[in-house]
């Protein structure tokens, strides 16, 4: 399984792997067996109305088992999961979910449950006359400094045949990095 993005190791601050929390919808007459396993977390929630109570579970990869390995798993449920990775608040105005998820780290063999602080808790960044850049992943570093010390600074590349290749998350640099002063 590959990691979602890469983190600093609460425990060691060597670069560990990040895995998002998977949240499931699930219905009200469903809500005791997912209180009382083992594998979910039960989260409930008014949302937007004061009426309805709406009911989450969280899943932790790495922290238990595949959900196809859980042989109690409503079968209902195994494909209605979505990863997180985006904010959803509720009406008081806090974060529910989005970044909740599993960290692991090979050096120190760190495995916890772990609240994303994106993106203080980036591994890859660098700080430059006060501002912060950062990266995802390794392979999204290394695209961002080949384009910041290339002099043609390219977004789109074409190939021979015509196709398109472009990294979108390079048209979202601040110029402040962009700088000729800030290649190196």
Request: aromatic content about 18%.
């Amino acid at each position: 399984m590959e990691a979602d993005l890469q983190i600093k190791c609460t425990n060691c601050n060597h670069p560990a792997d990040f895995f998002f929390a998977s949240i499931i919808n699930v219905k009200k007459k469903d809500a005791n067996y997912f209180s009382k396993s083992k594998h979910f977390v039960l989260k409930k929630d008014k949302g937007w109305s004061s009426w309805k109570t709406y009911y989450y579970v969280w899943y932790y990869p790495m922290l238990s088992p595949r959900l196809e390995n859980i042989s109690d798993f409503p079968d209902e449920y195994k494909t209605g999961h979505r990863k997180g990775g985006f904010s959803y608040y509720d009406y008081q105005g806090q974060v529910l979910y989005g970044s909740e998820g599993v960290l692991v780290c090979s050096f120190c063999k760190t495995l916890e449950k772990h609240k994303l602080d994106w993106p203080r808790d980036a591994y890859f960044q660098l700080e430059y006359k006060g501002k912060t850049l950062w990266a995802y992943d390794r392979s999204y570093a290394l695209k961002l400094l080949a384009y910041i010390r290339s002099d043609g600074r390219k977004k789109r590349v074409v190939s021979t045949t015509g196709h398109v290749t472009q990294d979108y998350f390079l048209r979202k640099i601040p110029g402040h990095f962009q700088a000729k002063k800030a290649r190196d």
